[in-house]
């Protein structure tokens, strides 16, 4: 037998702004085997499973008998923009406190847009008592770009209180019960019906920069942008001009192309952003434990993980 063809005994947890209860957790549940938390205290050749966020380039190129990648989040394109091993699984998660929390959050922002709480605020600021008519939500299109597990849940969620909902995806989706549109062509239909704009598309060579200024030269005037996939998705400059020239209303931001958003950047204090850090959304071991547990004992037993991710595809 030789070394490659040895299982190892070690699963490396690296994901240092994780709750500190995964390595317990998944101690416990794979008692035979050591979790080690820094890749120096693991035997490289050991290693059988890397649960990560994150990971510094090289770490994973450096596993040579590693079975499974599993991402301890939903987006996996910096992972991607990795040198990794040739031929190793990569899962993501889809957690479903993930998608709860992310869903709160649409909704929560959705909401407040269409009750115009920014103008309302600003009113505050200014000492003006500027009275607002309410309206019923179903006057307010939210257009969700991006239809994965996370832009179908928000957009149930929308429907549910009332909101009209449009949705487009890079492939057309049969059988749901709002309008989507689908594909480069179908994309200024969608803009020309959405009040508020949801980016939750994941971060491929695709979709990077796909919010520039042609993009928002023929959105809906007066539209707001609520961005919750990735900051490479927006052209920073681009949208801080629409906001300006009025074609854009206001921007809810939670990610940036870097994170921390640099304490000089002009989105900080712009009167038209809402800036979030990156907290719209997080994974916890409640209710993603299982997902992951369940992967590792399938990469044990040489079967696909859940949730794969197709690194072609980027997503
Ligand atoms: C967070 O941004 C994630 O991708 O899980």
Redesign the pocket.
């Known amino acids: 037998m030789t070394a490659a063809d040895k299982q190892g005994r070690t699963i490396l947890f690296h994901s240092p702004g994780s709750d500190k209860a995964w390595p317990v957790e998944i101690q416990k549940a794979f008692p035979a085997f050591k979790v080690c938390t820094q890749f120096a205290d693991a035997e490289p050749g050991d290693v059988v499973a890397a649960v990560v ?1 994150n990971p510094p380039p090289g770490m994973l190129e450096a596993l040579p008998n590693l079975r499974l990648i599993q ?6 394109d910096k992972l991607l923009s990795n040198h990794l091993p040739e031929g190793v699984p990569i899962a ?2 889809v957690d479903p406190g ?1 998608v709860a929390r992310m869903t709160e959050y649409v909704l929560m922002h959705s909401l407040a847009l269409h009750r115009q709480m920014p103008d309302l605020q600003r009113a505050q600021r200014e000492r003006r008592w500027t009275y607002l008519h309410p309206t019923p939500p179903k006057r307010t299109c939210v257009g969700i770009l991006g239809l994965g597990v996370l832009g179908m849940n928000c957009a149930r969620s929308l429907s549910s209180v009332g909101f009209t909902v449009v949705g487009w995806s890079k492939s057309r989706k049969e059988e749901l019960d709002f309008p989507c549109y689908a594909g480069p062509a179908e994309l200024d239909q969608f803009k020309q019906q959405a009040d508020i704009i949801v980016l939750l598309l994941p971060l491929t060579e695709e979709t990077e920069n796909l919010v520039d200024e042609n993009f928002l030269a023929t959105v809906k005037k007066g539209a707001a942008l609520i961005n919750v996939g ?1 900051g490479k998705l927006v052209v920073d400059n681009a949208l801080i001009e629409a906001l300006d020239a009025g074609l854009l209303r206001h921007a809810i931001l939670d ?1 940036f192309r870097t994170e921390p958003l640099p304490v000089d950047h002009p989105f900080w204090d712009h009167p038209k952003i809402t800036v979030t850090p ?1 907290n719209s ?3 916890h071991p409640a209710t993603a434990l299982n997902q992951v547990v369940g992967n590792i004992r399938r990469a044990l037993a040489g079967e696909p993980p859940q949730n794969q991710v197709d690194p072609a595809r980027g997503y």
């Open positions: 966020w991402v301890v989040g939903a987006g996996v993501r998660l993930l990735r990610v990156h959304s997080s994974t």
